[in-house]
């Protein structure tokens, strides 16, 4: 059976969200593969383009496939200049520490339910249905440790979203599955597919 493609409206606000979860995915991935196999070497990186791209200029494509694997350069106003964060570096800690960091890459998923919620909450298409309370509590969960939080009444509308019902005596669980301990409500395909249920039910009215 092939898997389905979750392929989001790119004229919808759910589209930058996702692909930005993605990237740090990926990314992480791929700095793994580094530290496996060591550093990409431009010579060869540069064949592989221009056999690609026979017009292009050797050179200009050098010099960018060299900032490309160069440093990561963030640019500050404040110091007027940038603070580099050299990549092999950065691959050696991943490798080194990565039992306390794979966690924390992990909660990135947290941060695109957050922001999901925070865009739509004041949107005509939003409203207090028991997917839109599910999304609602995930929210509230990453900003209280990680750990679904109900305080008082909560939760005080049905919050349910395919076969999850959040009820009271789930406070304090895990909304994220970060290790294999199997304790945490979702793992990190899950908002992906949360999003994408929350877009198929509006597939007029959702939009930036």
Request: hydrophobic residues 40%; charged residues 20%.
């Amino acid at each position: 059976m092939t898997a389905p493609r979750y392929r989001f409206d790119r004229g919808k606000p759910f589209y930058p969200l996702v692909m930005n979860y993605f990237c740090q995915l990926i990314g992480m991935k791929e700095l793994i593969i580094r530290g496996v196999v060591g550093p990409r070497r431009i010579d060869e990186m540069l064949a592989i383009a221009v056999a690609r791209e026979p017009r292009s200029e050797p050179e200009l494509l050098r010099k960018q496939l060299g900032i490309l694997i160069g440093p990561l350069q963030l640019r500050s106003e404040r110091i007027n200049g940038t603070i580099d964060a050299p990549i092999d570096e950065i691959v050696h800690d991943l490798i080194a520490n990565h039992p306390v960091l794979l966690p924390h890459f992990i909660s990135a998923a947290g941060a695109v339910l957050v922001l999901a919620h925070e865009i739509s909450k004041h949107r005509p298409w939003h409203n207090q249905g028991p997917i839109w309370e599910f999304l609602r509590h995930c929210r509230n969960a990453v900003a209280h440790g990680g750990t679904l939080h109900f305080a008082r009444t909560e939760p005080s509308r049905p919050a349910e979203w395919r076969s999850l019902v959040l009820t009271a005596e789930l406070h304090g669980t895990p909304l994220l599955k970060k290790d294999g301990s199997g304790r945490g409500m979702l793992s990190p395909g899950d908002p992906i597919l949360l999003l994408w249920d929350i877009e198929q039910m509006h597939p007029a009215t959702i939009a930036e």
